[in-house]
């Protein structure tokens, strides 16, 4: 018995040796083997680096806002299909991604630049090189030096004065109506409802400023949004100098669409062009430039503005007359991404027409042509030589739109093609 019982507690005193070296030894394993839940489960993820964002030029950046939606993998680029792939090139001016906001649905986005990316280094260089001799040097640092930053740091609310010269095409004829709508829906901060800035941090105000010198398309669709009715797509928020907005397609990519496809898209664009001249909020806006990618179109079929980049605003309401020497005002942020030595082009010589010339000059004929049978075809094909047509006064060119538009009418079609006006066309003259 005796024996039994030595033998026994040899066996125990082993057995708690072998415990004692596997803890002291080996306590990583056992604590991810008896307590899980007490070691951190480390997911691997996208290493973004602050210089694809753009981070490391804030506060000379759009926002922050939806930055953690990209560090925490609810916005996805396309190609992002396992942990080990690489974020894409940093120089291409836009991305297709994915965005959630439940890790189970996913909506296609865009996102895209304010300008391409040796645009942005050659406005950091010609920053640095504007007040600082070093090789090196802080972009916000000397922006906040400039004396047009302090002045918005001393302002209360955001006036004319404070954005004279600016080369975009949005403040080129700016009214206290217009800047005080911007102040109100700066989406980068938390809305405040007040036309006046003191909810607006230092950074802020550098953020809104740069943005506003370099690209007003982010700050369009914040203040006239998608969901009351302006054709913007949607802005779901920027991180650095990177926004995420509602993916849609191209125009250029229907260039070759069946010919009920391309009335429809006329027909919208049109309307579009029309609706931007007569609102009810009395802002006249134009462009100043449109190409294939300025107008894209959703997957049900609506056609938005893509690029508001080139869309100038006059305010209706507020008659505003700007003299040469008002506009004559020119710093470093006027030259961000324009030549500044340029004329600025006056107010008074905007034409009213001006817009829906420029896409029946650049647009409408590529969607339209030889689209239709005779004699449909050279009736559409006249009409959008006397819309396109700059010399003509602005009456003439508003009826041959007019005629146009009534002529593609009835060669759009009513069907689930087009999810976006049906089953209303079913139901409704109109269509």
Not at 40 to 68: E, M, Q
Not at 88 to 114: C, F, H, M, Q
Not at 170 to 195: F, K
């Amino acid at each position: 018995m005796g024996c039994w019982m030595y033998f026994f507690c040899f066996k125990v005193l082993g057995l708690l040796q072998l415990i004692q070296f596997l803890t002291l030894n080996w306590s990583p394993f056992l604590e991810a083997t008896i307590f899980p839940s007490a070691m951190p489960h480390v997911k691997p993820s996208y290493n973004f680096g602050r210089t694809f964002l753009g981070l490391d030029k804030c506060n000379a950046c759009i926002g922050t806002s939806i930055c953690k939606k990209f560090f925490k993998e609810e916005i996805r680029f396309d190609n992002w299909l396992s942990s080990h792939l690489k974020l894409p090139p940093d120089y291409l001016p836009s991305y297709s991604g994915n965005y959630t906001d439940d890790a189970k649905s996913w909506r296609v986005v865009e996102i895209s630049r304010l300008t391409t990316k040796y645009q942005h280094d050659q406005a950091d260089k010609r920053i640095c090189a504007s007040l600082s001799k070093t090789k090196s040097c802080s972009i916000e640092h000397v922006l906040r030096k400039t004396e047009r930053f302090q002045k918005w740091l001393k302002a209360k609310r955001l006036t004319p004065d404070l954005v004279q010269g600016l080369r975009t095409p949005m403040l080129r004829c700016p009214s206290q109506r217009l800047l005080d709508r911007i102040v109100r829906r700066y989406a980068e901060v938390p809305d405040a409802g007040s036309v006046y800035m003191d909810h607006l941090t230092d950074r802020d105000k550098l953020r809104l400023l740069y943005t506003l010198s370099v690209n007003t398309h982010p700050i369009l669709l914040q203040i006239f949004p998608e969901a009351e009715g302006w054709p913007f797509p949607k802005y779901l928020g920027s991180c650095g100098r990177l926004i995420v907005t509602a993916s849609t397609r191209p125009l250029k990519e229907f260039y070759s669409s069946p010919p009920e496809v391309a009335a429809d898209l006329a027909l919208q664009l049109l309307s579009v062009v029309n609706s931007m001249r007569n609102n009810d909020l009395n802002y006249f806006f134009y462009f100043v430039h449109v190409d294939a990618g300025t107008f894209g179109v959703f997957n049900n079929g609506h056609l938005f503005i893509r690029d508001a980049s080139t869309l100038g605003i006059i305010d209706k309401q507020e008659d505003l007359q700007m003299t040469d020497g008002q506009q004559e005002h020119k710093d470093i942020f006027s030259c961000l991404v324009s030549d500044c030595q340029s004329a600025f082009p006056s107010c008074n010589s905007v034409r009213e027409k001006q817009s829906l010339i420029m896409v029946c000059q650049e647009l409408l004929p590529k969607l339209l042509k030889e689209k239709f049978p005779q004699p449909a075809q050279e009736k559409i094909d006249t009409l959008l030589q006397l819309c396109a047509d700059n010399v003509r006064v602005d009456w003439e060119i508003s009826d041959a739109a007019e005629k146009l538009v009534e002529l593609l009418k009835p060669l759009r079609s009513c069907s689930s093609h087009f999810a976006y006006r049906y089953p209303d066309c079913k139901y409704s003259d109109k269509y």
